[in-house]
């Protein structure tokens, strides 16, 4: 009689005509996010879900075993299905923080290692998730991998996300990016949800920076004009993207690229709808990155170094998304996120990380360089946030010790950028850069002066503080007039039409506060031509940007 021989290679590895090692799961099914689909990831769950039904016979045996030894008692919490992280620079999946683990559909914990009396107790995880309907765990299953736009358009939206967007929230890792992207186009259906979720919210940020009359526009939108096709495909790939988590299980399972779209979303709708639109969103990516384990330094984590570069990455560009709603509501004490010990990212180019090695040292700005400065900004501001923008009125010394350590913040920036403008070594984008920090800076001068602003100059020091708004808020408007109209910038038109504008506007109503008081004398002349150059631009963009339409509503009226 004939005998069926055990197979040698799982299905996909079959399919493929890969070699397997036969792991439980094999490396290939892992590598591509397909352990579900493992023939040998379902023969580990079989013989677990044996030895489970055995020891549950034992309930005093668990118990013993808890109090004796924490690692087992730990290693007990972990439901059938999970895998503790495999990585090249430990051998143990353990530490002294936590784990990371891995489960059976390619979502990501971290689970704190620590004894836990749940450990002799039936999972009450696994006994809710039965309830559950099932959800798919690669694009295979799923009709929105038809929402995609052809190659060609998609080629091109994603160069134009590295080239115009990502320099300004880098949270992703190009290369990996890059790599993970070329193997998704030979075989689109091997990629899972969450990284789908991560393409359609790239090519949403791609439209979002084409010029009205651009071909992709005119290929893809319906609309009858620029602006209406910009607005209408921007909104249609972000609902794919939401369309994707949720088939997903987002709020569930989570991925690195879960976090990584959801960040980029958010910063998106800042943008695009203004920062009080995303409270909600973002206070829920901060606990999913609290889930991934994004809170403890990746060092701590036994992990690659790009992957701890990227979550790194991840939580610094959360901070910035938080400070930067925080100050729109003019207070930041309120809204600070929890201070977990996270190393800021590497000051370092994407081509100088390697999964093994990085640089020891790198010569002038880099493509983090804009975000670790912001960041140290807005760390600045929160330590004596109370202090400036809380409910009792600051007082002078505080304002003046803010003042001036935002102005040595300035002239550290200048140090950086200046030195390779001069040698020319320094590219577009850090251009950019450098005059929305200072934006930044000029927006915050505003909010900690802003208590004074009303008050007769009685002093010098409140005669230098209206002099401090008044420069601040010319700034502004010089800052986003640059962006707005300089042609070697219009590349990043873009983000004057959103969180740009919204810094011109608050430069807009303090120069109009200033001309109403009447106390300038003959520069009150100059502040009402630069204010009604404003005026009219905020019309011109009135099109592309919400922000500048409702500005110049407000701003004609007090005109």
Not at 198 to 225: H, K, N, Q, Y
Request: aromatic content about 8%; charged content about 20%.
């Amino acid at each position: 009689k004939r005998r069926n021989r055990a197979a040698l290679n799982c299905v996909p590895c079959r399919n493929r005509k890969t070699k397997c090692d036969r792991q439980m799961p094999c490396f290939g099914c892992r590598e591509r996010n397909i352990v579900h689909l493992c023939n040998f990831a379902k023969q580990r769950q079989r013989v677990n879900y044996a030895g489970a039904v055995a020891s549950s016979d034992r309930p005093q045996a668990a118990v013993s075993s808890m109090e004796g030894s924490s690692e087992l008692a730990y290693s007990t919490l972990l439901r059938d299905n999970d895998v503790p992280w495999r990585n090249s620079q430990h051998d143990s999946p353990y530490n002294s923080v936590g784990t990371l683990y891995q489960h059976q559909n390619g979502g990501v914990i971290y689970k704190v290692r620590q004894s836990q009396w749940s450990s002799a107790l039936p999972s009450l995880s696994e006994a809710l998730s039965t309830t559950t309907l099932p959800v798919a765990s690669n694009a295979e299953s799923y009709p929105q991998l038809a929402s995609l736009p052809a190659k060609q358009h998609c080629r091109y939206l994603v160069s134009r996300f590295f080239a115009v967007f990502s320099p300004l929230i880098h949270v992703l890792h190009d290369p990996t990016f890059h790599l993970e992207y070329e193997n998704f186009l030979k075989d689109p259906k091997s990629a899972p949800l969450s990284w789908l979720a991560l393409l359609f919210t790239i090519l949403s940020l791609a439209i979002m920076t084409l010029d009205d009359d651009d071909w992709v526009l005119d290929d893809l939108g319906r609309e009858a004009d620029g602006p209406g096709n910009v607005k209408a495909i921007s909104a249609q790939y972000r609902k794919a993207a939401m369309s994707c988590l949720e088939a997903d299980d987002y709020m569930v399972s989570h991925r690195l690229s879960t976090l990584q779209c959801l960040v980029l979303m958010i910063y998106a709708i800042n943008h695009s709808q203004g920062s009080g639109s995303s409270w909600a969103l973002l206070g829920l990516t901060v606990h999913i990155a609290i889930s991934l384990g994004c809170h403890i330094d990746g060092g701590n984590l036994g992990i690659n170094y790009i992957e701890a570069e990227q979550r790194r990455r991840c939580w610094a560009g959360l901070k910035v998304l938080y400070m930067t709603q925080a100050l729109s509501f003019g207070n930041v004490g309120l809204f600070a996120l929890p201070r977990f010990r996270v190393s800021l990212p590497m000051d370092v180019n994407d081509e100088d990380i390697h999964p093994d090695s990085l640089p020891t040292q790198v010569d002038g700005p880099t493509q983090m360089t804009y975000m670790l400065l912001k960041v140290n900004l807005y760390s600045l501001v929160d330590r004596i946030s109370d202090q400036i923008l809380g409910v009792e009125p600051p007082s002078h010394a505080s304002i003046a010790e803010l003042d001036a350590a935002i102005e040595n913040e300035q002239a550290r920036w200048d140090a950086i950028y200046r030195s390779h403008l001069q040698s020319n070594k320094i590219q577009g984008f850090q251009r950019v850069h450098w005059n929305i920090l200072h934006s930044h800076a000029h927006q915050i001068y505003l909010l900690i002066h802003r208590p004074l602003f009303g008050e007769p100059a009685k002093s010098g020091f409140l005669q230098q503080s209206r002099a401090r708004c008044i420069t601040s808020a010319t700034a502004l408007l010089d800052i986003h007039a640059l962006l707005s109209d300089e042609q070697r910038f219009r590349e990043f038109r873009w983000y004057g039409f959103g969180l740009g504008s919204f810094h011109a506007f608050h430069g807009a109503v303090t120069l109009a506060a200033a001309i109403l008081q009447n106390r300038d004398g003959e520069s009150r002349h100059q502040m009402q031509s630069i204010l009604n150059g404003t005026i009219a631009r905020f019309q011109s963009l009135s099109g592309r940007s919400p922000i500048c339409a409702k500005a110049h509503a407000i701003l004609k009226y007090l005109q």
